[in-house]
T-cell receptor, first 111, second 114 residues
Framework: SQQGEEDPQALSIQEGENATMNCSYK?????LQWYRQNSGRGLVHLIL?????REKHSGRLRVTLDTSKKSSSLLITASRAADTASYFCATGRSNDYKLSFGAGTTVTVRA | NAGVTQTPKFRVLKTGQSMTLLCAQDMNHEYMYWYRQDPGMGLRLIHYSVGEGTTAKGEVPDGYNVSRLKKQNFLLGLESAAPSQTSVYFC?????????????FGDGTRLSIL
């Protein structure tokens, strides 16, 4: 079963706008990761945030984590056409070797 | 530095045929994973390995077998292909498990079973 659930399933925005997507999970985690997948390609790691962290930044990406609400958000600022992709959250837990992925959010950035 | 390489990239099989998907990584990672990706389902873990000579079942292992004879290679086998195994298969590797380090993915194998 999927540990993470992304919301919304799909998002369409104008170039230059910000895009926000959310991830909710069910059980306690050690860390949470966000990945991007361009059409026809494999997943590419974006950011890893640990359970004792609340916010992380990487370039135009900002990730927040609220362990009390069991949720995370990914914000892409000043979006570009190249940001068109699917975005996945994945959770890691101490009693599990693997990551659990959500079904993803598909982001389309219109020129 | 190639990262994670999957072969083949595409394959069409008939029901009942067998095949092996190959994954190779050049990052000296201990952990390797096989996922399948179906529309609306995200990634589901088939099998994984925590080191050379080890394998373990993931969420959807039925109908698949794996082997990790060398640290850099992780093979996924379909003994008798079924249409339900039509999917995109991704291999990934990581330095450690439990999500403590990023996973590095190959570009996938698109498999159709007729």
């Amino acid at each position: 079963s999927q540990q993470g659930e992304e919301d919304p399933q799909a998002l369409s925005i104008q170039e230059g706008e910000n895009a926000t997507m959310n991830c909710s999970y069910k059980t306690s985690i050690n860390n949470l990761q966000w990945y991007r997948q361009n059409s026809g390609r494999g997943l590419v790691h974006l950011i890893l945030i640990r359970s004792n962290e609340r916010e992380k930044h990487s370039g135009r990406l900002r990730v927040t984590l609220d362990t009390s609400k069991k949720s995370s958000s990914l914000l892409i600022t000043a979006s570009r056409a190249a940001d068109t992709a699917s975005y996945f959250c994945a959770t890691g837990r101490s009693n599990d070797y693997k990551l659990s992925f959500g079904a993803g959010t598909t982001v389309t950035v219109r020129a | 530095n190639a990262g994670v390489t999957q072969t083949p990239k595409f394959r069409v099989l008939k029901t009942g045929q067998s095949m092996t998907l190959l994954c190779a990584q050049d990052m000296n990672h201990e952990y390797m994973y096989w996922y399948r990706q179906d529309p609306g389902m995200g990634l589901r873990l088939i099998h994984y390995s925590v080191g050379e000579g080890t394998t373990a079942k993931g969420e959807v292992p039925d109908g698949y077998n794996v082997s990790r004879l060398k640290k850099q290679n992780f093979l996924l086998g379909l003994e008798s292909a079924a249409p339900s195994q039509t999917s995109v298969y991704f291999c990934a590797s990581s330095y450690s498990g439990q999500g403590r380090q990023p996973q590095h993915f190959g570009d996938g194998t698109r498999l159709s079973i007729l």
